[in-house]
């Protein structure tokens, strides 16, 4: 279980939930000028609530692409159906981890196996595959500050690292368990250098600030995007404090729960934490002591929440 309450309130989508493009929760706008195909997606884990918030919010105000196009999307809207907030870990999916399931799709031909995330998949694939620019808001089990993960090819690190924040930009080869929709088709190819995908990880999934860095992460892409210009941002959607410095960090190892013994941490360690000493204890998965390979390294969301054997239990980075 994570550490604190969840206090984060459960929004309201249900007048945007329809969707204008025959795909329940996808909504398309087009300037009808010249731009980018410009994607933002919230909700591909069921109980991350702060990115509904912030593509709530630009449904609400009316926000449209001036230039290119604009997608809108909440993915697995049948988690978020299921959300409790006395059990928030629950509903983070129903069959399958939406996260794991993009790239090759090697499952696709297997339809007994297919759960509703694979039948969403499926239907969401083309909008993703369509987009050149591509926004995806989460939320974190444990507090940490904000992080976006920008995927192993350099050109997203760099683009992510012209938006002013988050302050931690990690590039990192993502999960052994399956590949992420950021890491999806076109965000997949090194020759696509004009393509730029971006995950961001708001804060911790019940922390009333994560709705905060979901708009301001939201209103910077769309500017950035050229889909909009900044007068045509809501009010209060920037953070007023200044830009913060952002760092990139890369991710040299992502340690994966080990069957057996179940995985425990050494200490409540906080995502983004650097410990001095190589060989510092972090924890131990399937009995077995994990510690820091180096000096200087970076915890990125260490957390014992899904912790089944395959899944990512911490992924430890350096400065590039
Ligand atoms: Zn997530």
Do not use: K
């Not at 290119?68 to 006395?86: E, I, M, Q």
Request: charged share 20%; net charge negative.
């Amino acid at each position: 279980m994570s550490s604190r309450a969840f206090e984060l309130a459960v929004p309201d989508i249900a007048p945007w939930r329809a969707g204008n493009t025959g795909v329940e929760g996808v909504w398309r706008f087009e300037s009808g000028q010249p731009g980018r195909q410009v994607l933002v997606s919230a909700l591909v884990h069921g109980n991350e609530l702060c990115g509904a918030w912030a593509l709530r919010s630009a449904l609400q105000a009316g926000l449209r692409p001036r230039r290119g196009g604009l997608t809108v999307l909440f993915a697995n809207l049948d988690a978020f159906d299921r959300f409790d907030p006395a059990v928030p870990d629950a509903s983070r999916f129903v069959g399958t981890d939406m996260n794991r399931l993009w790239g090759a799709m090697d499952w696709r031909h297997d339809t007994a196996a297919h759960t509703v995330e694979h039948r969403r998949v499926l239907a969401l694939a083309p909008f993703i595959e369509g987009a050149e620019w591509l926004l995806d808001l989460h939320s974190m089990h444990e507090e940490g500050e904000p992080l976006g993960l920008a995927g192993p090819l350099p050109h997203h690190a760099a683009q992510a690292l012209q938006l002013g924040a988050p302050a931690l930009v990690v590039a990192d080869a993502g999960h052994r368990a399956g590949r992420r929709m950021r890491d999806h088709g076109p965000f997949g190819d090194a020759g696509l250098a004009d393509h730029f995908a971006l995950l961001v990880e708001c804060g911790f999934h019940g922390a009333p600030s994560s709705v905060a860095v979901a708009h301001d992460m939201l209103a910077r892409f769309l500017v950035a995007s050229g889909a909009v210009d900044e007068t045509d941002l809501p009010t209060g959607w920037r953070v007023s404090a200044p830009a913060p410095t952002q760092r990139l960090l890369t991710v040299t190892e992502a340690v994966t729960v080990a069957a057996g013994e179940p995985p425990r941490l050494a200490q409540p360690w906080r995502s983004g934490e650097t410990v001095p000493q190589a060989g510092t204890l972090v924890g131990w998965s399937g009995g077995q002591p994990v510690r820091t390979p180096y000096d200087h390294c970076v915890l990125i969301m260490p957390t014992l929440v899904h912790a089944a054997p395959g899944a990512t239990l911490v992924r430890f980075a350096r400065e590039a």
